[in-house]
């Protein structure tokens, strides 16, 4: 009874620290520029399906990774650069199916590189799980949840302690008078896009041994990050982050108690209950709409 | 004033009507019935989605959601329990009806990406459950849609009928028939929208806040048009299955809802003719790319992004606005 209870929280968190590294991309680019990035989960695919292919050309696992995380990067900067800035005023329907458009692009270009298998990337450490009470624990799992804790707080630490950091928060609270101080907020947009391509990668590496990769993994998982993001509430990081860990329990606790043919379907159950009761998400601030 | 709108309504749907009723001189096989039926059908879907996002300024990213439920309800009545057709999608658009009324009202408080979630999730709900209950749907492998009757009149792309004493062949047939709905959806549209509701909805686009002073209903007109959009799509999702005669979940997917609204937003929002456009150019777009195979995925991704960053008005509002501007320069360079 326990063991089962253990074993689907496990598996929950293990997936919700996934999805709240998700959710914190769309949230850093969403607090930075208004736009829902639609292809952050194709940051994911990049990660993973790069690292996969790089060690399998004989690359150390190491120098793989970070090639995988900089490929995702450059391919941040270049989303913001050559299909966000460009479309300055449009409004926010023509920003997501901009952001649609380069998602399918990127899935495309990915199709044609790496084919439509599943690929499989080997546990970062031992293959051995863990028995804890009864219920089991891949290794790999502690690998997520260590990485994703470690960069929670690397970004925390970011917006409060560095310039850059602040300059993006600045940007985010007033472009124009964020400009008016010397932000060079074209520069921060860029940045934003980038940091959240990183995050979206490193999550993509991490979670590979789990759940295998392929060319479209980025849909469902980045629709997976984006209910997350809503759930905490746009723009909040906190709000990512237990939106993100909430998702991953409770879905993986209806699957196991319930139904696993509807365990998607409770992904978006939650997000309609908490925008009925609270339209703003969990930790969504308050606006007041100027008319 | 009100004799000027007539004229002007009347004078898109005609040349739309010639467009439809012309376009069989360029069809040469049932391949290109078949595509040309598709175009009409979704084609009016779209128009239907425009009333929401063009003019409400709504934003659904769940339609698909409703064509699906649309598709299904006429795929098991006529199907499973032997209903005829028209019943079977006339209480199928009560029923879509309702439910969007039901769920439209919590969801239409919500504004921009917290609605294009809601939208979002309601569809992929609509889409888990079809996926699921094999039983009643056949699951993702499908389920057979028998043919359209009509009163009794078989309509079917491998009949023959003899029209004004013509012979013609099942897929023209279908092909004619799917044009004079789609020439209704746009009647009833363009009527919709020069209707003292459709200055309401309006209205709500540009402020809702405005609307709400000079003392439009918001809420009561949001949840109107949200029906109507959806009535639509169940409609078309009817018809759609009677004339594939095969249903999947593929027509509640996601992608189906994305592939919608981007041809709302491609087509230029809020100009029904522009949508049509938007329909037709995103369902020849993949027959065209299918002479690539290998990079069909990344151009039609490359394509939509082009288009929406050099044309953020949609194709048809700036392809007039560049026309207008040639010829006013043209009648100026002249006076």
């Known amino acids: 009874m326990f063991s089962e209870f253990l074993q689907y929280l496990f598996t929950g968190i293990t997936i919700g620290a996934t999805y709240a590294l998700i959710a914190l991309g769309f949230t850093l680019i969403y607090n930075a520029s208004h736009v829902i990035n639609f292809a952050q989960g194709e940051f994911l695919m990049i ?13 150390p696992m190491i120098l793989a990774v970070v090639l995988a ?25 023509t920003l997501i199916i901009i952001t649609i458009g380069a998602s399918i692009f990127i899935r495309g270009l990915a199709q044609l590189v790496w084919g439509k298998e599943y690929h499989v990337m080997a546990n970062f450490s031992s293959d051995e799980p863990i028995r804890i009470f009864g219920a089991v624990l891949n290794s790999q799992s502690l690998w997520v949840l260590g990485i994703g804790a470690v960069l ?13 950091g602040k300059a993006i928060l600045a940007t985010s609270m007033n472009k124009e008078a964020a400009r008016l101080v010397g932000i060079r907020t074209q520069m921060v947009l860029m940045l934003a896009f980038m940091v959240s391509a990183l995050l979206g990668s490193v999550a993509g590496i991490v979670v590979a041994p ?5 060319y479209d993994i980025g849909i469902i998982l980045g629709l997976k990050g984006f209910v997350a993001a809503a759930i ?13 860990l909430a998702l991953g329990v409770v879905e993986a606790m209806a699957a196991g108690y319930l139904s696993s043919d509807y365990k998607d379907a409770v992904a978006f159950s939650m997000i309609l209950l908490v925008l009925f009761f609270l339209p703003r998400g969990l930790f969504g601030a308050k606006v007041v709409e100027r008319v | 004033m009100l004799n000027r709108f007539m004229q002007l309504r009347l004078r898109g749907l005609i040349v739309l009507a010639i467009i439809l009723f012309c376009l069989p001189a360029f069809l040469s096989n049932p ?9 009409a059908i979704i084609a009016a879907t779209v128009v239907g989605l425009n009333l929401l996002v063009g003019f409400a300024g709504q934003i659904s990213l769940g339609h698909a959601g409703f064509f699906g439920l649309g598709a299904y309800f006429t795929g098991i ?17 009560i029923a879509v009806g309702f439910i969007a009324w039901i769920v439209g009202r919590p969801i239409l408080r919500l504004k921009g990406h917290y609605l294009s979630m ?16 094999r039983a009643i749907t056949g699951g993702p492998d499908g389920m057979p849609v028998p043919a359209l009757d009509l009163f009794g009149w078989e309509l079917s792309s491998f009949g023959q009928y003899s029209l004004f004493g013509i012979e013609i062949e099942g897929y023209t047939a279908w092909y004619l028939f799917a044009s004079v709905i789609l020439l209704l959806a746009v009647w009833f549209a363009q009527n919709l929208i020069e209707s003292p509701i459709g200055r309401a909805l309006r209205s709500v686009h540009g402020s809702e806040v405005a609307a709400r002073v000079v003392g439009v209903d918001t809420a009561k007109y949001k949840s109107l048009v949200f029906v109507i959009s959806a009535v639509y799509a169940s409609l078309m999702g009817s018809l759609f299955a009677h004339f594939q005669g095969f249903i999947t979940p593929a027509v509640a997917s996601f992608e189906f809802s994305i592939v919608l609204i981007t041809m709302v937003v491609l087509g230029g929002m809020g100009s029904t003719y522009g949508v049509i456009l938007g329909a037709v150019v995103l369902k020849l777009l993949p027959q065209v790319l299918a002479d690539f195979q290998e990079v069909e995925t990344v151009m039609f991704g490359l394509i939509l992004m082009l288009t929406m960053i050099f044309m953020p008005k949609g194709l048809l509002p700036t392809l007039t606005a560049v026309a207008s501007k040639k010829w006013r320069k043209k009648a100026g360079g002249a006076a």
Do not use: C
């Not at chain 1, 789990?210 to 392929?214: A, G, N, P, V």
């Open chain 1, 232 to 244: 905490g509430g746009l723009g909040s990081g906190v709000g990512a982050v237990v939106g993100g």
């Open chain 2, 31 to 39: 391949f290109h019935y078949d595509l040309a039926t598709q175009m």
């Open chain 1, 152 to 164: 929670v707080v690397a970004l925390v630490l970011f917006f409060t302690r560095t310039l850059i």
């Open chain 2, 77 to 93: 009545m006529t199907g499973t329990y032997g209903w005829s057709s028209v019943p079977a999608l006339v209480v199928g658009a």
């Open chain 1, 69 to 93: 995380v900089a490929l995702a990067g450059v391919l941040g900067i270049a989303l913001q650069r050559f299909a966000i800035a460009p479309a300055k005023q449009a409004d926010v329907v």
């Open chain 2, 118 to 133: 809601a939208t979002l999730a309601v569809g992929f709900i609509i889409a888990i459950i079809l996926n699921n209950e």
């Open chain 1, 210 to 214: 789990i759940t295998f990769t392929s």
């Open chain 1, 47 to 59: 990660g993973g399906m790069a690292t996969v292919s790089l060690t399998a050309m004989g690359v």
